[in-house]
C-alpha cells in the first residue's frame, strides 16, 4: 500500500531548518554583519530552536551558560571579579550577540596588549582580528570616544592646575594609542578655567609640524590668558626630544609679550607622561 504523500504547504523541522539555511547563504549570520543582524531576522521554527539548544548543536548552546555566569559575576561582585579579556568578552555579548565571543576577547588582548589599547586602536587595525568587522570596530571606538567624554566633562568649570591627574588622564585617554602625532591645545581663561581643547595639528608617526604664531593667534581669538601644549608620541616614550624643548620655548616667548602663558607641555606615551615643567625644561 503506497504512504499517502504529506499535504501540500505542510514542512518537517528539517524542511525548516534547510530552507532557513539556504535562503541565507548556508549561514545564520550575514555576509556583511559580523553581529549576526541578518540572522536575527530569520524566523525558524520553534522546534527547530528547541531541538538545536537541547542536542547541544545549535550555535548558542556551547557558551549560553557561560555568558550567564559572567553576568552574574559582575552583578554580583562587579568588575574586580572580572579578569580583562572577561569585561571585554562581556561587552562583545551585546555587540556580537551569536557566537563565541570569548577567542575574539582574547584575540584582540594579544593583539593590542591591554584594554586601553583595544579601544584605542584604529578601525582598520580593529578589523584584521579574525570576528570583528567594521560595525563592532566602529561600536568599540564609540565605547571609546563615550570614555574621553566622561575624563573631559571632570575638567568643565574647574581650575585647570588644581585638576591636574584629570588633565593627565583625559589626555592619556585621548591621545597615548594613536599611531601618529597630535598636536593639541588646552586654552584656559583667567581663572585657569578651560575654554577650549583642540586638536592643532596633526603629523606622522615621529613628527607635527607646529606653528607658534598660530598657537598664539588662536589662543587671542578665544580670549585666552593661559595655554597647556599636548601631544604624544606613538613610539610610546614620552621622552622629550630637542626638538620638542625647544619649540616650546619659541611658543614662550611668543606668546608672554601679548600676556599670554604657557603653564606646561605635556608628551603622553602609551606607559606614562613627560613635563616639560616637571623636568625643569621650560
Not at 549576526?36 to 539548544?53: D, L, P, Q, W
Not at 608617526?205 to 598657537?215: A, G, I, L, N, S
Request: charged content about 25%; aromatic content about 4%.
Amino acid at each position: 500500500m503506497a504512504k499517502r504523500p504529506a499535504p501540500t504547504g505542510e514542512k518537517t523541522a528539517a524542511d525548516e531548518a534547510s530552507r532557513t539555511l539556504a535562503g541565507h547563504g548556508g549561514t545564520l549570520f550575514g555576509d556583511g554583519d559580523e553581529r549576526g543582524h541578518f540572522g536575527e531576522r530569520v524566523t525558524a521554527t520553534a522546534e527547530v530552536k528547541s531541538r538545536a539548544i537541547t542536542s547541544g548543536d545549535g550555535d548558542d548552546a556551547h557558551y549560553h551558560g557561560h555568558r550567564e555566569r559572567l553576568r552574574s559575576r559582575f552583578r554580583d561582585h562587579g568588575e574586580s571579579a572580572l579578569a580583562d579579556y572577561e569585561i571585554l568578552e562581556l561587552l562583545l555579548f551585546r555587540l556580537i550577540p551569536r557566537r563565541d565571543t570569548k577567542p575574539v576577547a582574547k584575540a584582540l588582548l594579544d593583539r593590542f596588549g591591554t584594554l586601553a589599547g583595544v579601544f584605542g586602536a584604529p578601525p582598520a587595525l580593529l578589523q584584521e582580528v579574525k570576528g570583528i568587522g567594521e560595525a563592532v570596530a566602529l561600536d568599540l571606538k564609540l565605547i571609546a570616544a563615550v570614555s574621553q567624554r566622561m575624563l573631559k566633562s571632570e575638567l568643565r568649570n574647574k581650575q585647570v592646575l588644581g585638576s591636574w591627574s584629570s588633565v593627565i588622564n583625559y589626555c592619556h585617554a585621548a591621545m597615548a594609542h594613536e599611531d601618529r602625532e597630535q598636536f593639541r591645545l588646552l586654552f584656559l581663561d583667567k581663572r585657569n578655567v578651560l575654554i577650549a581643547d583642540e586638536v592643532q595639528g596633526r603629523g606622522t608617526v615621529d613628527h607635527t609640524p607646529v606653528y607658534p604664531r598660530e598657537v598664539v593667534k588662536r589662543a587671542l581669538e578665544l580670549s585666552a590668558t593661559a595655554i597647556i601644549l599636548v601631544h604624544n608620541h606613538p613610539s610610546g616614550d614620552p621622552t622629550p626630544s630637542r626638538a620638542d624643548i625647544e619649540m616650546t620655548r619659541t611658543i614662550i616667548e611668543t606668546a608672554k609679550p601679548l600676556g599670554i602663558t604657557v603653564h606646561d607641555h605635556i608628551i603622553i606615551g602609551r606607559d606614562g607622561h613627560a613635563s616639560l615643567k616637571g623636568l625643569r625644561l621650560i
